[in-house]
């Protein structure tokens, strides 16, 4: 074995570590074009094109159904339905199976999938959907939370957590306040829509291509719908061109499409839909009603609370059970309830099902918190920062008890509000804008320091897992897979980052391949924001068992204490000696010691229940503050966000370059969610926002000019934790609450702020106007 007696200086350090500002492994890829995402496959030899047929009603039964016009229209070599489905036609998550693949007997939204048709091509598939002949009988249809509570008409009981006698402190309060407050749903907006390959091989066996952010869902249910056993279907996803929780569930169902289609046509078929059909056929981020009452003294300090939080889960349960439930866990943000009842309500409507959107209830339940805050500050005439800080959680005044009965150990609000009360200079611009205000008839201005908890880790044990897989090939190069996708939030690259640093090799070494059910089984969802908690963990430790089975054979073979052993940049110090990382790989493989590695990693178990909502289901939390300033026009509502500060807890971020880019687009998709994207159904349920000319998602020009971002430089994370990093997909998005408050702000300084309290979102220009018309204007 070769050995340098010295090493270079310019080699003390590897490339692409953690802590490094490292670009996205695919960033020139994704600007340039090459890229390949699903539907860039190249598709194989006979490959058909489905398309769906969907339903034009809410709810109907359907009478009869002629399909011969479309199965010999021309180019169409098989039409498939529910007969057609080897197994169980579902694919829902739930025990209540009401997720049908095909519904051919009743429809319960528009846009739900009756059949659909595979052709040669997918012009000829769409034009045989026309030749339909379909008889519905139209049934009364529930199209809103108040319509659903009025005909009881529900998923699951409702859930409630309380603690002391909320109802008797609200009453004995010098100040109380009863209302509503709402958010809309939102529609994910991935850029790259719901798409699948389906290809048959051999014995039955069916490899899917699949957009997906959970490949084993997709494989289990399919074969759960296929009637074969998970072994024989196959799922590998490259990258996602986004996913935002729109590709957990909704993809099982995309998938079995193609697979039934490939297995009664034994050939390949891609399903594709495209953004109008996407949009109506796909669920949303859940809207919530909240009806609350709230009780409180004379500085806003909150005595007794109850908030209903009404889901607006649509017409199958999917995972509205555990985002109602969250957002329940959430309804504190970072206030301390000392008597409250709080109670998740899932109610069920004839409308596309709610699913997983970024923060999977936690803004729902957040934004319940901050709007009663909001209005509480407006009836005691005080500035709303005044009263989060009495309501803060405290350490040192005995008020650190969550409503699920935990003490929140690592709250540093102490230190993370004054913080960024200085650096956004928050103060002298409040007087600068009520100067403003004053002298202003008709532009004004708002600001809000909005703060933010949130928990992280999935409340159920069993997902909070994740698998890799490990080769160390003989010429020091290694290959790494593991259970986690990539989507354009930078997990791949963090995940080979946390390798490098491990083996301390330079992370141009290492690289990462299509995720895949073949390679790491049965993996968890990339989603919660644990990408790189489970999957960077995972694959830390198949990187640990090879070292230290490098360092058993280096020791023996020089006959030399494992302590007198060091991996270096590229390297490793054998006593004083050294070898190059290569060198080391291509002698270990010729003493036959295995190079490969399979990795796990499950986190300590939470002791959660989710009936009742008991117990802590958070590993820990991340916290964060922003400051946003906005101008208003009171004549058109139209608006504009001036300015943002954010002071974010990242703990010792893997990689801030991917990170920021992370807390930026998380800001701007909670900004469009809560100021510009509305959905709007007809009084007949039908979805009258279903493309980018109705639907207005954020562009790159209502991005704030002024754009202020920073992590903590003091923040950290708990032992288990990736190197002290904390999670960072979601929490961003919650942060962009404090533009809906500062353009409550803005509009409370031109109504009377007691009748006025605070916007509902999302605080569209239309809404904006139509509150100041529906307000006596004062100012």
């Given amino acids: 074995m070769t050995m340098q007696d010295s090493s270079p200086p310019e080699i003390n350090r590897i490339r692409g570590g953690i ?3 490292l670009a996205h492994e695919s960033a020139e890829k994704h600007v340039s074009g090459a890229a390949v995402y699903t539907d860039d496959i190249s598709e194989p030899e006979g490959m058909l094109h489905l398309y769906p047929f969907t339903s034009p009603h809410a709810h109907a039964r359907i009478v009869s159904m002629d399909l011969r016009g479309v199965e010999t229209a021309p180019g169409v070599v098989a039409v498939v339905g529910a007969s057609d489905v080897p197994g169980t036609n579902d694919y829902s998550v739930t025990a209540l199976k009401d997720d049908r693949v095909f519904s051919d007997t009743l429809v319960e939204y528009a846009g739900q999938v009756i059949f659909a048709v595979a052709a040669e091509t997918r012009a000829q598939a769409r034009d045989a959907l026309a030749l339909a002949k379909i008889e519905f009988e139209v049934l009364p249809a529930v199209l809103t939370v108040d319509q659903a509570r009025a005909s009881n008409l529900i998923h699951a009981d409702p859930n409630t957590i309380s603690r002391g006698d909320a109802k008797k402190a609200i009453a004995n309060a010098k100040h109380s306040l009863t209302g509503r407050v709402s958010n809309g ?9 719901q798409v699948c390959l389906a290809v048959p091989r051999e ?15 997709v494989q289990v249910v399919v074969a759960r719908i296929m009637d074969q056993p998970a072994n024989t279907i ?4 490259r990258r996602l061109g986004g996913g935002f929780g729109g590709k957990e569930t909704v993809p099982t169902f995309i998938a079995a499409m193609a697979a039934i289609a490939a297995r009664k046509t034994g050939r390949p078929a891609k399903i594709r839909l ?9 669920g949303k981020r859940h809207a919530f009603y909240n009806d609350f009452a709230v009780g409180f003294d004379d500085q806003g300090r909150i005595e007794g609370i109850e908030i209903d939080f009404n889901g607006h889960c649509g017409n199958s349960l999917d995972q509205s059970y555990y985002v109602v439930n969250r957002a329940v866990t959430h309804a504190d943000n970072c206030y301390f309830y000392k008597n409250f009842r709080l109670t998740g309500h899932y109610w069920k409507t004839h409308t596309v099902s709610a699913i997983a959107f970024r923060g999977y209830g936690s803004p729902q339940g957040m934004i319940a918190a901050e709007l009663i805050i909001e209005r509480i500050a407006r009836h005691l005439n005080k500035d709303p920062l005044e009263v989060r800080k009495v309501n803060f959680y405290d350490k040192a005044g005995g008020r650190n008890i969550t409503q699920l009965g935990n003490d929140i150990h690592d709250n540093i609000l102490d230190r993370l509000i004054p913080e960024i009360e200085q650096s956004a200079d928050y103060h002298a611009r409040r007087k600068d804008i009520d100067q403003f205000n004053a002298g202003s008839k008709y532009l004004k201005k708002g600001l809000s320091l909005t703060p933010m908890k949130y928990g992280i880790g999935f409340g159920s044990n069993f997902l909070n897992q994740g698998g890799a897989l490990l080769h160390v090939y003989a010429d020091g190069s290694v290959y790494l897979n593991h259970g986690g996708i990539e989507m354009g939030q930078g997990l791949h690259t963090k995940v080979a980052q946390v390798v490098a640093e491990t083996l301390q090799i330079d992370v141009e ?13 049965n993996t968890i969802a990339t989603a919660a924001s644990s990408g790189t908690d489970v999957n960077a963990a995972a694959a830390r430790n198949a990187a640990q068992k090879i070292k230290s089975r490098l360092t058993d054979f280096l020791s023996e073979a020089h006959s030399i204490p494992k302590a007198q052993i060091a991996f270096l940049p590229n390297r490793v110090r054998v006593g004083n000696r050294e070898v190059s990382f290569d060198e080391l790989a291509d002698q270990a493989y010729f003493a036959r010691v295995s190079l490969s590695a399979t990795g796990f990693y499950s986190s300590p178990e939470n002791n959660f229940n989710h009936t009742p909502l008991q117990g802590n289901p958070f590993r820990y939390f991340v916290y964060g503050a922003a400051v946003a300033e906005v101008l208003v026009d009171t004549l058109t509502g139209e608006n504009k966000v001036t300015r943002v500060d954010i002071l974010h807890d990242a703990g010792k971020s893997l990689n801030e370059a991917v990170d920021f880019g992370q807390l930026e687009g998380g800001f701007i998709q909670g900004m469009g969610w809560l100021t510009t994207e509305e959905l709007v159904w007809d009084e007949n349920g039908i979805l009258r926002t279903h493309a980018p000319s109705t639907y207005k998602i954020p562009t790159a020009s209502d991005r704030p000019d002024d754009l202020r971002m920073k ?3 003091w923040g950290t994370n708990i032992d288990d934790s990736v190197f002290r990093s904390k999670a960072i997909g979601e929490p961003p998005l919650c942060l962009a609450i404090c533009v809906l408050n500062a353009l409550s702000d803005a509009v409370a300084s031109v109504v009377d702020p007691k009748e006025f309290g605070a916007l509902n979102a999302p605080a569209t220009a239309e809404n904006i106007l139509m509150t100041l018309s529906a307000q006596n204007r004062t100012r």
């Fill in 274 to 282: 495209d953004r109008d059909d996407d949009m109506i056929v796909t």
């Fill in 203 to 217: 014995d039955g066996d069916i490899l899917l291509q699949a957009s997906t952010q959970d490949p084993s869902a």
């Fill in 19 to 21: 802590r490094t500002r």
């Fill in 711 to 713: 992590f903590t430089d």
């Fill in 509 to 521: 070494r290492i690289r990462v391949s299509a995720t895949t059910t073949e390679k790491v089984p």
């Fill in 185 to 193: 749903g939102q529609e994910h907006f991935y850029l790259e829509g």
């Fill in 234 to 237: 196959s799922v590998e996803v």
